[in-house]
């Protein structure tokens, strides 16, 4: 029988929330280092956060090579730490799901078995199969979990999908949302409309990933007449590596852009002018200049910064920050200070 989603955390989940993906913590020897593994949970939890995801892109693919078998642990890990919180409001446990229907789906049954809400479906790695043979890995996993959908974009690894793959993905039940990080936006407007078109428009919540433009994706409306009738779609929150980073400030950011749309788009070209903020600081991190090569030591910098990482050290010796990489973060948190939350990590730490 497949585990569904609470009632309470899918409210959550479409009123819209930030859920950073989880960093993996190691210490100078590349091995896993437990304790700040769990500080990083408590300070998405303290910052506001409203879930986060492990296992994912950000939590290094490599977890799962045998040699280094630390999938179970992180999952366990989080979860545990999460429940030790005893928070009082709802929070959503994501587990980064990957791999061929066989991999895909012990994953989803693990992730299970360590308490996880929802599984973040990759579809990455498989450019041979079909759209029907991925199709019918999805079902196979939304079966066992309530599952993410997953747009990655094609420069780092993902695949184009055509409209009418959307448009079928979008009926199988036990699909909650869908992230998209296509960075592209004809491809996002192919889900976007695929969704509104489908019987289940109104149950899947859309999620961004497109780090180059957080703010614009969360400001705007999708409309599309289906049927005659007209349905409206817009992404509710974020599921992002970025947020893994100023978490404290991307909730109130959220937040900002949830009273600014409540409010008749009030001071929505401020926020705009603040979303280019926003993607300068993701540059910076994600290191689009080097085909994100230094994305995942760019957020172990800044975590790394703030006490919360003893160092930015990645189980793949060669990811390292790309040249010039460190100024470019030197120069966005000097120039956007009110979007990054040393102070109160300082706090949190103290």
Known sequence: MSKTLNPELKSL???????????????ESREFDEQRQRGLA?????????????????TQFEIRDPAINLYDTVLRVASEEIDAAKLDRPFIK??????????????????????????????GGLQGW???????????????????GFYLQPSVGGRIFTYE??????????IEAIKVAAFNRYQTLDVVRAVCASSRAAEIDLYTGNDDN????LLTKYSFTVEGKVVEKEFVGGLLGHWAVWTHKAVA?????????????EGASALLTKGIAVTDMNAAIFDPAHSFHGCIPGIHEVLRRQGLLE?????NPKEELSPGQMEEIDRVCNAYPELIDDEFVKSLLA
Not at 131 to 139: A, H, N, S, Y
Not at 214 to 217: F, G, L, R
Request: charged share 20%; aromatic share 8%; glycine share 8%.
């Open 94 to 123: 994501v587990a980064g799901i990957c791999g061929p229907t066989a991999q895909a789906i012990a994953e989803a049954e693990l992730s299970v078995k360590h308490g996880y809400d929802m599984g973040l479906l990759s579809m």
């Open 214 to 217: 957080i703010v614009a994706d």
């Open 130 to 148: 079909s759209e029907k043979e991925i199709l019918q890995r999805v079902r196979d996993v939304a079966a066992i979990i309530p599952v993410v």
């Open 13 to 27: 989940l479409t009123s819209g929330t930030v859920i950073p993906a989880h960093p993996l913590a190691l210490n």
């Open 165 to 174: 793959f959307w448009r079928e993905f979008a009926e199988i039940k036990n």
């Open 311 to 315: 160092g930015r050290w990645c189980l």
């Open 253 to 265: 950011l959220l937040e900002e852009i949830k009273q600014c749309k409540a409010n008749r788009y």
């Open 42 to 58: 408590r300070y998405y939890m303290a910052s506001g956060a409203g879930g986060i995801a492990v296992g994912v892109h950000s």
